[in-house]
């Protein structure tokens, strides 16, 4: 192959924006289905409950499960309601902080390239909302009666387990400050 071949990768600049622009599609890509399925999973809710009405898909679990649509105008746990412009910002400079910070992601570990993945995802789904909403649809109804009651949605649970994967992996990454051997000791 020669450095002139398209489809070759042995040349330094064009192989090097191939695998740049590979590395980005996969986020961007996981990034996409993500926010898609929240987006369908919203629509659906929707189109089907009033704002306020339940529907308890398995009666059993009905005191710790349901599906409740609301409107949330701030941020988790409903707080900074009212909020949505200044959200609407700090959601927009997230999706810049992820595709700056997704560049340091080892283009070899999946998982933390998955996980970003996702919080793009999470991210974009909830701006969408902001965007054509105003405010952001919940439906994911968990409780303990007497303690706590939430109302989230998918691209919040997305958020929520990227960012728990990539703390995990993050300390696994991480060198063990005990066994780690300087220069001037070795």
């Known amino acids: 192959m020669s450095i002139s071949d398209p489809d070759s990768d042995s040349g330094f600049e064009g192989g090097a924006r191939r695998e740049t622009f590979r590395h980005y599609a996969f986020l961007v890509g996981i990034g996409l289905v993500v926010a898609a399925f929240d987006q369908f999973s919203k629509a659906l809710v929707t189109a089907n409950l009033a704002l306020g009405e339940t529907w308890t898909p398995i009666p059993a679990i009905g005191g710790y499960f349901a599906i409740t649509r609301s409107a949330n105008s701030g941020a988790a746990f409903s707080i900074f309601q009212g909020n949505n412009t200044p959200l609407l910002l ?53 409780q303990i009666p007497g303690i706590i009651s939430n109302v989230s949605n998918l691209a919040d649970h997305a958020i929520v387990f990227s960012i728990i994967v990539l703390f995990l992996t993050s300390l696994r990454a991480a060198p063990d400050p005990a066994i780690s051997v300087s220069a001037d000791n070795a």
């Open 90 to 142: 700090l959601s927009l400079a997230m999706v810049g902080v992820i595709l700056v910070a997704y560049r340091n992601t080892a283009r070899a570990h999946i998982l933390q390239k998955l996980a970003m993945g996702v919080l793009l995802g999470g991210v974009l789904g909830n701006t969408i909302d902001r965007l054509t909403r105003g405010t952001v649809v919940d439906f994911i109804h968990w």
